[in-house]
């Protein structure tokens, strides 16, 4: 029998080297693809924790002028002063008798807020407002609102170093506390927010789950 001779079982060489490089250049395709999808999964993956809240700065911020306008309200600002004695009335004039906010917020010595602020509001005008738990922000957190610019407020009320370290969602519920409802039912001769209660949770909801934007300096 006949052995190919060299020339011929060389000749197919190229065509078998041809082959091998597709194959090659085929398997190196699909890789590529493949760590590029996976790549990019990652990296969606990625974005999607760093944001998982749908952030819309022009309607956060947008948000937060509503907000701004009901915490710098008498009924809230009056309780979140720059100083360490409580503000009272529309015009947000110093506590008479000056009681101190004390180390909790809850007054010093015999000017313990509770002796006169009661769980319910004391009938009549110019009596004291009535909570449970009616008190300052304590002294290590003041919360001061009074003074503030909307980019300051914004962004002292998300750092947890300045608002009792209160995670997104306990912001959320905080529309909810007791003292903040309070605003809404604050007895004789004293105005309301600006806004509803439903409208303040709202602004306040969509201000901090569009991203918590800060409007400009
Ligand atoms: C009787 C006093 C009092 C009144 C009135 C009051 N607050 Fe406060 N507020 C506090 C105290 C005390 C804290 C701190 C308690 C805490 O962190 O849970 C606080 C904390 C807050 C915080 C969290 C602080 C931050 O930086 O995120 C917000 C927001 C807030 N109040 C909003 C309001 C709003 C809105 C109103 C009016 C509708 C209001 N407060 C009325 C006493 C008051
Ligand atoms: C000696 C009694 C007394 C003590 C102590 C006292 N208050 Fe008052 N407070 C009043 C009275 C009375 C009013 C109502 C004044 C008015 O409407 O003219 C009032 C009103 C307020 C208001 C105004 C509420 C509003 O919506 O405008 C705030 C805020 C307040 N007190 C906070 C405090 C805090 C905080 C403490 C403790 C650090 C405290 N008070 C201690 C008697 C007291």
Redesign the pocket.
Same mark, same amino acid.
């Given at each position: 029998m006949k052995q190919p001779t060299e020339s011929q079982s060389y000749s197919f060489r190229p065509i078998r080297t041809i082959v091998a490089a597709g194959i090659m250049l085929t398997i190196t395709a699909i890789m590529a693809s493949t760590f590029g999808t996976t790549h990019k999964r990652i990296e969606k993956r990625a974005k999607t924790n760093a944001a998982p809240i749908n952030r819309d700065s022009v309607e956060s911020v947008k948000a937060f002028a509503s907000v701004y306008k009901? #915490?710098m309200?008498p009924?809230?600002m %009056?309780? @979140?002063p720059s100083g360490d004695v409580?503000l009272q009335g529309d015009d947000s004039h110093l506590h008479t008798m000056g009681p101190k906010r004390g180390v909790e +917020?809850k007054g010093l010595y015999a000017m313990k807020?509770a002796n006169c @602020?009661q769980p319910t509001n004391t009938p009549g005008v110019h009596t004291p407002?009535g %909570?449970p %738990?009616?008190? #300052?922000?304590?002294a290590t957190?003041k919360?001061v609102?009074q003074g503030r610019t909307p980019h300051q407020l914004a962004k002292?009320?998300?750092?947890p170093k300045? %608002? +009792?370290n209160?995670t997104k969602e306990q912001?959320l519920e @905080?529309?909810h506390?007791g #003292?903040? #409802?309070?605003?809404?039912n604050p007895g004789e001769g004293r105005t309301l927010?600006p806004l509803s209660h439903a409208e303040?949770t709202k602004a306040w909801t969509t201000w901090i789950k569009k991203g918590a934007y800060a409007p400009k300096p």
């Open positions: 009901v #915490l309200s009924r809230c %009056n309780c @979140h409580p +917020g807020c @602020h407002p %909570n %738990n009616w008190h #300052l922000p304590p957190m919360m609102f002292q009320l998300i750092d300045q %608002n +009792g209160k912001l @905080h529309a506390d #003292l903040v #409802l309070g605003g809404w927010p303040f």
